[in-house]
């Protein structure tokens, strides 16, 4: 009921391409999902974030689309560009307090 | 987004010691704090939630007594790891939370301890 899942566990990218993160979750109480860009020994920070009451929600290159019905959510990165190859977690919320983490994806945009 | 800061970047220390870890919301008043703790190539794991002037609650399987947090301002909140072992070898990151945010959640750079 806590978890989510999140796919692929890693991903490689051409310059230019789009990138795309998938993650499922079965608890219904979430109502916040936040993705995360992580890179090597420095803490996460906050990318895009969106909550049920909207389907899409697009910030720059990075856009969420939320299915409540299939309860899935994915971050799409387009343009995806070298300084992007870092760690992606999904993660989930009931009622905006702690947060349940995804497994992570580990993004490589080669040149 | 929020500001955070933590203290120190890294830390190394000998088991059957302690370490203090400081996170410090910089730009607005958190009266929530998380700690996290997060293994090589592994995702973040929550430890506790702290609460500015009240006792942390901890996850379960994360030992109250070995970890202690006290968040004693709106903007400080600590961790200290008690009598280390080299299992507690991890990085350690903590969050802020406002409700005056929509319930975002900011993160510190991270701390990260060895134990010897």
């Known amino acids: 009921q806590q978890q989510v899942k999140q796919s692929p566990q890693s991903l490689i990218v051409q310059k230019g391409g789009i990138s795309i993160i998938n993650c499922a979750y079965e608890n219904t109480a979430f109502d916040y999902f936040p993705w995360y860009q992580q890179f090597p020994g420095k803490g996460p920070a906050l990318l895009i974030a969106?909550?049920?009451?909207?389907s899409e929600k697009k910030e720059g290159r990075f856009t969420i689309s939320f299915n409540k019905s299939a309860k899935q959510f994915s971050l799409h990165i387009m343009d995806s560009q070298p300084g992007d190859s870092a760690t992606y977690f999904c993660a989930a919320s009931p009622g905006g307090n702690k947060l349940i983490f995804g497994a992570g994806t580990r993004l490589a945009v080669h040149p | 987004g929020a500001v955070v800061s933590q203290h120190p970047s890294w830390v190394i220390c000998k088991s059957g010691t302690s370490v203090k870890i400081e996170c410090r919301s910089l730009d607005f008043q958190a009266t929530t704090m998380f700690w996290y703790r997060q293994f090589p190539k592994q995702s973040l794991m929550l430890m506790a939630t702290?609460?500015?002037?009240?006792?942390?609650?901890?996850e379960q399987g994360v030992e109250k007594d070995k970890f202690l947090i006290n968040h004693a301002s709106l903007t400080l909140s600590t961790l200290t790891v008690t009598s280390a072992h080299p299992e507690d070898s991890s990085f350690y990151i903590c969050?802020?939370?406002?409700?005056?945010?929509?319930?975002?959640?900011?993160f510190g750079p991270g701390t990260r301890l060895t134990v010897t």
């Open positions: 969106i909550r049920p009451d909207v």
């Open positions: 969050s802020v939370r406002s409700s005056g945010m929509g319930g975002e959640q900011y």
């Open positions: 702290s609460n500015e002037g009240s006792k942390a609650t901890y």
